[in-house]
Every structure is written in C-alpha cells, then in structure tokens.
C-alpha cells in the first residue's frame, strides 16, 4: 500500500494560525518536505514536530520529487509545505503534486492559511469571484506587457515583493488609471501588518510616507475593471462576403441578424459598394 502524499498549508506569518490538523499531520507523518528547511524549523519547534525534513525547493524539486515518489511507493507519509502559505501557489511544489498523481499515489490538502483569501476578505471589494495573477514579472518590459490581461470585471490579486513594489505600482497606476481602487495588504497577521485601501493614483505616496512600508510581503487587490462589451464581427467584411451570393437585400438582412447592426444602414452600405452577384 503506497503512502499519501498531505499538501499542508502552513501559516502566512503569525505561528498561531496553524490549525490543529496540519500540526497533526505534520508530526505523523515520515517526512517533511519544505520550501526551505530553515524556515519551516521555526513552526516545527514552535509546535514541538520533530519529523525529519527535506528540502524542495525551485532548484532541486525535480531530482527531490523523484526520490519522495519512492518513498511513497513504499509505504511513507510524506507532508508537503512551502515557506508560508499553501504550497504550489505562487510557491514550489506544483511539480511534485503532478509526479504523485501520475505515481497512482492519494494526494490530500490540508487547507488553511492564504495570503490571497486573506487580503481579498480585508479588501471589501464584492465580488462573487477574482482573478489570481500571482506576481508579475520582474523586468519592466514584460510586467507592463502582463498588465493588459488584468483588466477585467472583477477584482485581481496579486503577489509583489518588497524592491519591486514602487515600480509595480507605478506601472499599474499608469495601465490601470489613478482612479481605480486597489488594497494594499503588508506583512499579513504578522506583527507590522497593514491593510490600507486607497486609489492607484495615491500608491506610491503612502508607500513612500514611512521607510518600513517599503519591506515585507505584499499583497495587492485591484477593483473589479470595467465590463466590456463583446465585440462582433466587423459588419462591412460580413456583408462583403454575403455580396459575392446574395442580393442587397438579402445580404443585408442576413448581416444584421449576424452582427446586430442596423439593416437600413447595412443595405445602403450593400448598394453603394456595387459588388453583389447579381448585379
């Protein structure tokens, strides 16, 4: 019988938010692997675990997985975390989790802490739904180039960190407009926690009033964007194609149920253009 393989979510900041399961499953289980067995060491003797550790991190979760794998066929718990958080959000250990499915091996999340159900519950932006982005890219180029997917109507989450927060703010200010509303959460249930809530344009400002509110983790809510309306096909190309077999007329009807547009005006159109196949 092959072991279970616990996707634990560990605590974002603040130790007490550990739940009574995940410090349960952690200290039954046979091994530990972590984003970083340094970090993960201060929750583990916070709550007296002494289950050994391994690292999995970005660089070596390939070669690692292939070794837990084994130790799942054989028989052994072993429980995945990342440094804070749920593992395999915006942290490593997505890989793993892929491995063990394929290794015919029981996958089962522990859930608990979430930076990003965190601040979107503080934000008060309501909303049946968001969007995740996780964090942008880090060059300039390609995060203002990622920006255009975000403009949608609902609320987007995202992750920054703590050099490249002016710049990000910044940016988004500029695609997004100075008015649109964003939260920004900081160190989240740790000590200097802040969740503030202003718009785009007055970001950087508040960020730059006080030197400490440039450090930590960030997370960042945007308001919900602007509905957009689907946009049809182009109605003159639609009614070119229906001239080469239909009359004006004809055309012209058949283009309004198509794109909705006016069939007067599309008629017209039709006649002045001349190319219909009967004429």
Request: aromatic share 6%.
């Amino acid at each position: 019988m092959t072991g279970t393989l616990f996707v634990v979510a560990t605590p974002i900041g603040n130790l007490s938010d550990a739940t009574s399961r995940s410090v349960e499953v952690l200290r039954s289980a046979d091994l530990i692997a972590c984003e970083d067995t340094r970090t993960t060491r201060t929750l583990l003797a916070h709550y007296g675990i002494t289950t050994r550790s391994v690292a999995l991190h970005e660089h070596n979760e390939r070669e690692t997985s292939d070794k837990l794998i084994k130790a799942l066929r054989e028989g052994k718990n072993v429980a995945l975390v990342s440094d804070a958080g749920t593992p395999a959000v915006s942290d490593p250990g997505a890989w793993f989790v892929s491995e063990a499915h394929k290794a015919g091996i029981r996958v089962s999340p522990v859930p608990g802490a979430s930076a990003a159900a965190a601040a979107f519950s503080a934000a008060g932006f309501p909303s049946a739904e968001f969007l995740f982005a996780g964090f942008l890219p880090a060059q300039g180029a390609p995060r203002r180039k990622a920006l255009e997917a975000l403009e949608v109507p609902w609320p987007v989450v995202l992750y920054e960190a703590p050099h490249r927060i002016d710049e990000t703010l910044q940016d988004l200010a500029a695609r997004l407009g100075p008015e649109r509303e964003v939260v920004i959460a900081r160190e989240l249930t740790k000590k200097f926690e802040e969740v503030a809530r202003m718009r785009l344009g007055a970001a950087r400002e508040w960020l730059q009033e006080r030197r400490e509110r440039q450090q930590g983790e960030f997370v960042l809510v945007l308001a919900a964007g602007a509905v957009r309306k689907a946009e049809g096909p182009d109605a003159d190309r639609v009614l070119e194609v229906l001239l080469e077999a239909l009359a004006p007329s004809e055309a012209a009807k058949l283009a309004a149920r198509i794109t909705g547009q006016p069939k007067n005006a599309l008629y017209r159109k039709a006649l002045s253009l001349g190319k219909w196949a009967g004429k």
